[in-house]
């Protein structure tokens, strides 16, 4: 057993000590290779003329035991900078075994291109492309070094498993590995398994190829290989050790899979190396797959808490209804109890098995651990409550009963309970970002949240924290919320919308679209959404502050559709500080600004409301006026800084700055006031659900909620977070303008859609995306119909 990590033992035998160190000498061949060691590292992700979009660093086992990264992290410093590791690092978890990769994702660069493989981990940290210090910590704290104006402690040394400095970094074991490039990478030999603590030595560079925990496993064959071995003579012939038999069908089982699994989170035998029978429920092998199969017990033990399934890491290849007998060690990866990697997977008849029935609700008490592993069906149906991730890796929510809703929406929300009604439908698959889109509802080419699916039959397995269904039967949902292809009638003889148009920047790589074509087809999707509102008066929010550059290009291709003069703008006489505005656009056939555009000077808000009376054209009558909203977000640090106080979340359900989104609320209302306002609709992004602090100061006020007067209440959501729907965007209007409503809704053509269909280009699959108004924003627009 070592008692020093390797960096330390290189300081300790080459005589140098902290303060002195420039970059770690040629290694003693008394240092010990290391189990877990840096096997790839690419800093150029994103860059002019790089192969992938994201920097990433590579990790692999050596050793021929599992290791567990709980805890450790991998920490980046500049290659000649004073900027310690702790300031960039990103946290590992799972095990790794052995022969095995572990891929951690890093930071994006501004110039989308090929995708990485799925990550193990995730991270943030932004790498140089030419030269840098990775570090391998087992620690998730920060470092408070970098080796070189901050020589690390020996504390601080024998916390670092690994070292990799490249290029011109002043911190390395021995001589730095090669300076990189935007197309090329830092490979370690031999798969990963050559160590002699001299990056130079050990690392060539090559074109990027990450690999991850589904690439099959390059065990080093056993033990920590001496980086110099040097034999040693002995005086009389050593006998040759005897392979052990090759184990078949007749070699009995060890354990039970009951046995293996145990009736807690995680196994009673992990470590052990086990051998045990049981019939193929579904196999995930092969490119793109999960790397392995599962089993399962055809005869269940007598405690209904143990799980009788089990997923093995092997490319041995099998089928569904095979019986295998499997060999192995046993390992907790990423929470997942499996056999990895198998070393004997002998097929030895046929055998079948049925599901296990699954209700949800689950009862309380009860967790899906007692079906880790095992072939299961849900028999009853299941609403889609969230598509965020179908394109990215084939993932759906699903709830038993109905979708989520976001519990500061509405009266009567169980989170509790919506936990143990909640499941996510996988694809059986690690592929990211597929051509076409793994799952889609009858008569569709997608999936829209509402949809439903019934009798869905699978494995149930665990990963990323969360249990999920590997599908072993089609899978086939129903458009049980089909698309409206127009908003329902709110007659009156004016209309108000409100739409956050998901950033509408005609500056490239900000906010918006990166590109021209990404910029054309966010243009087509807005002009699409809002020609069949067909609104006399649209509120606007996320619309780039560059002196109405942005909205005048909007209005102009308004007009190019819909007639030349059909639109106008209103130019914002405060728009504010940050980096978008509210905006006001109108059709002048229709109405009449009544007096000038004003706004609010209260440093309370970021983005100042728009204020504009109008008069139905042509003709006397009452007039209304409009103040369009964009209220603080939810987010906890952005522009305002980190937030604190106050501002900080509270733990109940409102999110950061729900105090400050309540002074805005405070302040509109003062303006109303002081502007002497009658017939006033106040609309926008509130960044506030229906039942939350800044909607009641309105309601106290003496405001109406047009949604919560004249929409459904199972169709009063205009936004989807975290698999749960929930109003964020609201119309709220005075005892005047009550009077003149004559209708509401909430037009649903963005929230229920994936992000996979919107103008970006990168990820999206080309064959999805269309001009028309469907996911032309994150937010569904609302419509309310005036009579004057």
């Excluded at 002196?547 to 559709?561: E, I, M, R, S, T």
């Amino acid at each position: 057993m070592r008692a020093k990590s390797r960096a330390l033992a290189i300081l300790v035998a080459t005589g140098v000590v902290a303060g002195t160190i420039a970059a770690l000498s040629s290694p003693s061949v008394a240092a010990t290779p290391g189990t877990v060691v840096i096997s790839q590292v690419y800093g150029g992700g994103g860059n002019s003329g790089a192969p992938l979009t994201n920097d990433y660093v590579e990790l692999f086992n050596r050793s021929a035991a599992p290791v567990s990264l709980d805890g450790w992290s991998v920490q980046y410093a500049s290659a000649t900078g004073t900027g310690s590791f702790a300031s960039n690092r990103a946290a590992l978890s799972g095990t790794l075994a052995p022969g095995q990769y572990h891929l951690v994702q890093l930071a994006a660069g501004s110039t989308p291109s090929g995708a990485l493989p799925q990550p193990d981990s995730v991270g943030s940290v932004n790498m140089s492309g030419t030269s840098g210090k990775v570090a391998l910590v087992r620690s998730a704290d920060g470092l408070a070094c970098n080796g070189s104006s901050a020589p690390c402690s020996e504390e601080q040394a024998a916390l670092i498993a690994d070292l990799v400095g490249y290029g011109t970094a002043n911190f390395s074991e021995g001589s730095p590995a090669p300076a990189l490039t935007n197309a090329t990478g830092a490979f370690r030999g031999s798969a990963g398994c050559a160590d002699t603590d001299d990056n130079a030595a050990d690392f060539t560079t090559g074109a990027p190829a990450p690999r991850n925990s589904a690439t099959a496993p390059a065990p080093c064959g056993g033990g920590d290989p001496s980086p110099t071995p040097t034999p040693t003579p002995t005086p009389t012939p050593t006998p040759t050790p005897t392979d052990p038999p090759a184990e078949t069908c007749d070699t009995a089982p060890t354990h039970g899979v009951a046995q293996i699994q145990g009736n807690g989170e995680t196994s009673p035998v992990a470590g052990q190396n086990v051998r045990v029978e049981g019939v193929v429920t579904g196999s995930f092998q092969g490119s793109g797959g999960l790397g392995g199969f599962y089993l399962q017990s055809p005869v269940p033990d007598r405690d209904p808490a143990t799980s009788e399934g089990l997923f093995v890491y092997s490319s041995s290849p099998v089928k569904a209804g095979d019986r295998v007998l499997v060999s192995g060690k046993v390992i907790e990866y990423n929470g997942l109890t499996e056999i990895s990697p198998a070393t004997a997977v002998n097929v030895c008849g046929t055998g079948a098995i049925r599901p296990a029935k699954v209700k949800l609700p689950l009862k309380k008490g009860i967790t899906l651990e007692r079906y880790e592993g095992m072939l299961v069906t849900f028999s009853h149906r299941l609403t889609v409550s969230e598509i965020y991730n179908l394109g990215r890796y084939g993932e759906i929510t699903l709830s038993e009963g109905g979708r989520l809703w976001q519990p500061t929406d509405r009266k009567g929300v169980d989170v509790e309970k919506d936990a143990r009604r909640t499941i996510l439908l996988d694809d059986g698959s690690n592929a990211q970002n597929p051509p076409t889109l793994p799952y889609h509802s009858e008569g569709s080419d997608t999936v829209r949240i509402g949809d439903e699916v019934k009798d869905l039959t699978g494995v149930l397995s665990y990963g990323f924290d969360v249990y999920r269904v590997q599908p072993t039967r089609p899978v086939v949902f129903r458009a049980e919320n089909p698309r409206p292809a127009r908003p329902e009638r709110v007659g009156g003889d004016v209309r108000v919308a409100s739409l956050n148009t998901l950033n509408w920047f005609t500056t490239l790589g900000s906010r918006g679209a990166d590109t021209a074509e990404e910029r054309d087809r966010q243009l087509a999707k807005l002009v699409a959404t809002i020609t069949t509102l067909d609104p006399a008066v649209a509120g606007l929010m996320e619309v780039e502050r560059n002196d109405d550059v942005a909205l005048g290009a909007l209005v102009d291709a308004l007009n190019a559709k819909a007639g030349a003069g059909t639109y106008r703008a209103i130019t914002h006489p405060g728009p504010g500080t940050d980096l978008i505005q509210t905006a006001l656009i109108y059709q002048p056939g229709k109405v009449t600004p009544i007096g000038p555009a004003r706004s609010s000077s209260d440093p309370i808000f970021n983005r100042p409301p728009l204020v504009q009376t109008f008069g139905r054209a042509g003709h006397g009558g009452r007039t209304f006026t409009v103040m369009v909203n964009h209220f603080k977000s939810k987010g906890c640090t952005d522009g305002d800084g980190t937030a604190s106080g106050d501002d900080a979340d509270q733990g109940d359900g409102q999110g950061c700055y729900n105090a400050k989104r309540v002074k805005q609320a405070q302040a509109v209302l003062a303006l109303m006031d002081d502007l002497r306002l009658e017939n006033t609709l106040v609309l926008g992004d509130i960044n506030s659900y229906g039942e939350e602090d800044p909607i009641h100061a309105f309601e106290d006020a003496g405001l109406t909620s047009l949604s919560k007067r004249y929409v459904k209440k199972d169709d009063r959501y205009s936004y989807v977070f975290d698999g749960r729907s929930g109003e964020l965007d609201h119309v709220l209007v005075d005892r005047g303008a009550r009077r003149m409503v004559t209708g509401a809704t909430i037009w649903h053509v963005n929230a229920d859609e994936g992000r996979f269909m919107d103008y970006n280009t990168e990820f999206n699959p080309p064959y999805l995306y269309a001009p028309g108004a469907f996911r032309s924003s994150d937010h569904d627009p609302l419509l309310v119909g005036l009579r004057l």
